[in-house]
């Protein structure tokens, strides 16, 4: 167990770059230089967690601790992992208020943000292309981005994701409706089922039961209708929790979120911290643990049947829906809060388009972006 936890906690010290460099990482050091597991069960962890919703690359990371030493192990390389970026996001949230006032730390808050437009872009754009190929999931994208921007509530998004799996079930289906392939049985661990499906609806009335409690139930919620991982958990807590911390905090968060290593989803950890100043490490806690449960216990209910679970024509469709109003939900984050609360000029304009041509041409290290975003933001405040 000390092994997994001390593998990942490298990987969690070092992996920038997001869920796709995370798996990167991953198959290079636990399929290629260990040899834990092989290539054909490593495609399996990562196609179970695309299809699940939750944090991606966090749980093939999971997976990959469960395989090697069951339930003990997939903790063991989930807090490896995620020990790093929570450290780092809850001592920014802690740290940076007291210092807001500097206009060098402005400044730098400000390139931040203006590099989160970029990424955002860049993950709208590379998600559009891959989920949104046919023109009916065109479609779903963009009614589901109008309905956000028009009605930026909880139950809109819960509405438009329930909508979009039915038209996926009815319009995205595979045609070959009577493969062969989902004649094979499904087998769910259903206390896992059942524990998520309990906690899900117990998430809605915990808002009455103290702070604690109410910081549980949004962020297990959030965590609970994440498809497609990582940015796309952007809007969803900007709706959920946005406007407890005001829109130019939750942004300089998320533009934290973007500089430090491990999974996006240790955003949550400064949120959580943000939202309870009496006892912000107990916030960050919290919420760390609610945001990513929800995608372990469905990789623990479907670890062993992912083949049988994907080669359902109509479940496959649903996600195929899903995803398409992801990226909607996204492209509406993109406008309000990071674009409206980021660019205030024209030369914040040239900048971000500067460096999305460079994102999306050359493919630069996140650690360039995050100190040429830094350094153009502390010299833009102290020419001001």
Same mark, same amino acid.
């Given at each position: ?16 770059? @997001?869920?796709? /460099?995370?798996? #990167?990482?991953?198959? %290079? ?11 054909? +069960? ?10 699940? =919703? ?5 749980? &093939? ?11 003990? #192990? ?9 020990? =790093? ?7 920014? *949230? ?28 860049? *993950? ?5 292309? %891959?989920?949104? %190929? ?10 589901? *981005? ?17 909508? *979009?799996?039915?038209?996926? &079930? +009815? ?15 499904? +087998? ?15 998430? !809605? ?24 991982? #990582? ?29 430090? =290593?491990?999974?996006? !989803?240790?955003?949550?950890? !400064? ?30 209910? @479907? ?14 469709? /649903? ?30 304009? /040239?900048?971000?388009?500067?460096? !999305?041509?460079?994102? +999306?041409?050359?493919?630069?290290? &996140? ?18």
């Amino acid at each position: 167990m000390l092994q997994i936890f001390l593998r990942f906690l490298t990987l969690g010290l070092m992996s920038f770059g @997001g869920p796709a /460099a995370h798996i #990167g990482y991953f198959r %290079q050091t636990f399929v290629n230089e260990l040899g834990w597991l092989d290539d054909k +069960r490593y495609a399996s962890f990562v196609a179970l967690s695309q299809f699940m =919703p939750g944090p991606g690359s966090s749980q &093939v990371g999971f997976a990959i601790g469960y395989h090697r030493g069951g339930l003990v #192990g997939a903790l063991a390389a989930f807090v490896g992992f995620t020990l =790093p970026s929570f450290i780092l996001m809850y001592l920014l *949230a802690v740290t940076t208020a007291a210092w807001l006032t500097n206009h060098a730390m402005q400044g730098m808050i400000h390139g931040l943000k203006l590099m989160a437009v970029v990424v955002v872009a860049d *993950a709208v754009l590379a998600m559009f292309k %891959q989920f949104c %190929q046919r023109k009916i999931a065109r479609i779903l994208m963009l009614v589901s *981005a109008a309905a956000i921007m028009i009605a930026p509530f909880m139950w809109t998004q819960i509405g438009v994701l329930i909508l *979009a799996a039915i038209l996926g &079930v +009815r319009l995205l289906s595979a045609q070959n409706g009577n493969d062969q392939n989902a004649i094979a049985p499904i +087998r769910l661990n259903y206390f896992w089922l059942l524990l998520f499906v309990a906690l899900l609806i117990a998430s !809605f009335f915990m808002v009455s039961m103290g702070p604690e409690a109410g910081i549980f139930g949004e962020f297990y919620r959030v965590g609970s209708l994440v498809f497609g991982g #990582g940015h796309v958990v952007l809007p969803l807590l900007e709706t959920a929790v946005g406007d407890m911390l005001g829109s130019d905090r939750f942004l300089t968060g998320y533009a934290f979120a973007q500089a430090v =290593p491990g999974p996006m !989803f240790s955003f949550a950890s !400064f949120l959580g911290a943000e939202m309870m100043l009496d006892k912000p490490l107990m916030g960050a806690c919290i919420a760390t643990a609610a945001i990513f449960l929800p995608g372990f216990l469905l990789m623990l209910v @479907g670890l062993k049947s992912w083949h049988a679970i994907a080669a359902r024509p109509k479940i496959a469709g /649903a996600i195929a829906g899903i995803n398409a109003c992801v990226v909607g939900l996204l492209a509406a984050a993109l406008y309000q809060p990071v674009f409206s609360q980021a660019v205030f000029s024209g030369q914040d304009m /040239a900048l971000v388009l500067l460096g !999305f041509g460079a994102l +999306r041409l050359f493919k630069p290290p &996140v650690l360039f972006l995050v100190l040429s975003f830094c350094i153009y933001g502390v010299l833009s405040s102290l020419i001001v």
